[in-house]
């Protein structure tokens, strides 16, 4: 049997292990038997339909109630969806609670962007009895405005739901003890701004048997944490907590908790850590597949070995200095590495043989990185990763040119590269001979030129993703021009504080960029073209979803 002649049930199965953009763009282009198959049965259950007041290509308005009521009379309706209101006036229309009516049973997902959460926008609510996840998203609550009214009656009917996420200014709308009563909350993100615990413990006491995910922002760590071990039936696997810090010692209430929540798979703990709570992690939570924290230094780096189901793996350290390269933690291939004293060991670099994705970051700037060991260590351990990102880390280009360094073009497996050097000329590009890179993050350039960038579009044509930042004079319209014509693969381009492009720029993307969806386009100053003209001229560009010109 011939792909072609499955049925639409097995298609639709088969489509909806690819992502969402890939099948808008590339797989829906085969046939028009898949583009049906894909626009009628695949897109309104697994796409987000996001209805925003200003058109993401041509920047102009768009009418949300005219949007809204195309969308409630649609056969197959959409389960994802993503609403910005720009004012209150939209929730007070009739579309707007009409669309709800015939369509909120329908969806899975809801994101709500407002800037105040009112009753108008609350009395959709018990038309989304089916709804599985919610986040909203508010700049303005009782702090600027009125608590609305009804908020227990209306989330008191979402009786599916199992994951919430709130980004507001203040938690008043948590005053009721059983507002979300007859939900099974599994995953639940407070997030934004400090929360005071009498708002969250009518939460916790009512679903902290089914609560797996939880996410919150606090004055204090101690007296939450101490909150959490009340609980005998709370059985956590990811947990986020954050403070705002300068607070009294909490790693007994911590370390308790590593005790009561063995089966922790993931932990970020947002506040400097003792080194007592630090050592107590390999021996307390055997299982953990995923740690960030902040910490003073970690004396007992051997211990961390014990984890050995770790795979991602975030440190902001004061000091790494006595570091032992013997500890070899062969599970993480995630990596991420901040450290605040000016004197860094090389010998932390040569503990993860198995990293795929490294993210470096220079807390003091220029004070870090000055010693060409620490260089030749870091790339020498590191040219099997996939992913490296030194976007916020300082080089030189006298250190990465360095005799004995390892160059980029030896990183066979390199997929992605966010490399900042501010000294940066041709000679670095001359090192990128990556025949599988599909991303590349170039901040800081002002002597690259087309010679350089001429080297790079041969040596990596698969590129998909390309940004370019902070270059004054060397990249020109013949060098971009280049770039469009000879990557053809180009799905994102960015190009920041390019001064020297001009408005000729524009028509290379627009001749020679067939596939781009997203394309960023500020602070060149040498681009003048209108923004309603360089948006009418870029609109051509039929595959553009995103487009941010300025």
């Not at 894909?38 to 209805?51: A, D, E, M, S």
């Not at 007070?92 to 800037?115: A, D, Y």
Request: include cysteine.
């Amino acid at each position: 049997m011939e792909l072609a002649d499955l049925p639409n049930e097995l298609l639709e199965k088969i489509f909806t292990f690819l992502p969402v953009n890939e099948l808008v763009s590339v797989v829906s282009l085969v046939c028009s038997a898949w583009c049906d198959v894909i626009r009628t049965f695949v897109l309104p259950k697994q796409g987000l339909l996001h209805v925003r007041p200003v058109h993401p290509v041509t920047h102009q308005l768009i009418a949300m109630e005219t949007v809204l009521k195309e969308q409630a009379v649609k056969p197959y309706p959409w389960t994802n969806l993503k609403l910005t209101l720009p004012n209150g006036d939209l929730p007070t229309r009739p579309e707007f609670m009409r669309f709800f009516n015939q369509q909120g049973h329908t969806l899975k997902t809801l994101t709500i962007q407002c800037t105040e959460l009112t009753g108008d926008i609350l009395a959709a609510f018990p038309t989304l009895y089916h709804l599985e996840s919610l986040c909203i998203v508010s700049e303005s609550e009782s702090l600027y405005g009125p608590v609305p009214a009804n908020v227990e009656m209306a989330l008191t009917s979402l009786k599916s739901l199992t994951r919430l996420r709130l980004h507001l200014p203040s938690y008043t709308i948590l005053r009721s003890v059983a507002f979300l009563s007859g939900a099974r909350l599994v995953s639940l993100a407070l997030e934004r701004f400090e929360m005071e615990l009498h708002h969250l413990r009518p939460l916790l006491d009512d679903h902290h048997r089914t609560l797996r995910e939880l996410t919150v922002r606090v004055e204090e760590m101690k007296p939450l944490l101490t909150l959490l071990n009340s609980y005998p039936s709370l059985q956590l696997h990811r947990l986020n907590v954050k403070s705002a810090g300068n607070e009294d010692d909490f790693s007994d209430a911590l370390i308790q908790l590593y005790d009561q929540q063995p089966q922790l798979r993931a932990l970020t703990i947002g506040s400097e850590l003792s080194l007592r709570a630090v050592d107590a992690l390999p021996q307390k939570l055997l299982h953990l597949q995923e740690l960030e924290l902040i910490a003073e230094s970690i004396n007992n780096c051997k211990a961390l070995s014990e984890l050995r189901h770790l795979r991602r793996l975030t440190l902001c350290l004061y000091d790494v200095r006595a570091w032992d390269e013997t500890v070899q933690l062969e599970g993480v291939t995630e990596l991420s590495l901040a450290v605040t004293f000016p004197l860094i060991s090389p010998a932390i670099f040569c503990s993860f043989p198995c990293v795929d994705r490294l993210y470096l970051e220079d807390v003091d700037d220029d004070t870090l990185m000055r010693d060409i060991v620490v260089v030749r260590t870091l790339m020498a351990c590191m040219r099997q990763v996939r992913v490296l990102d030194l976007e916020n880390f300082v080089f030189r280009e006298r250190e990465i040119l360095n005799d004995g360094v390892v160059r980029f073009e030896e990183m066979e497996r390199l997929e992605c590269l966010k490399y900042s050097c501010r000294d940066m000329s041709d000679a670095s590009l001359l090192t990128m001979n990556l025949p599988v890179l599909r991303e590349l993050y170039l901040t800081h350039c002002p002597n690259v030129s087309f010679e350089g960038l001429s080297y790079l579009v041969r040596n990596c044509p698969l590129i998909e993703r390309l940004h370019l930042e902070s270059n004054k004079r060397g990249l020109e319209d013949e060098a971009l021009e280049l770039i469009t014509r000879k990557l053809t693969h180009l799905r994102m381009l960015v190009l920041v504080n390019l001064r020297a492009l001009t408005n000729v720029s524009l028509d290379s993307i627009v001749n020679n960029c067939f596939y781009l969806m997203e394309l960023t386009i500020t602070h060149c100053v040498g681009i003048t073209l209108e923004k309603g003209a360089a948006i009418e001229k870029l609109s051509v560009v039929k595959s553009l979803r995103n487009l941010i010109y300025s």
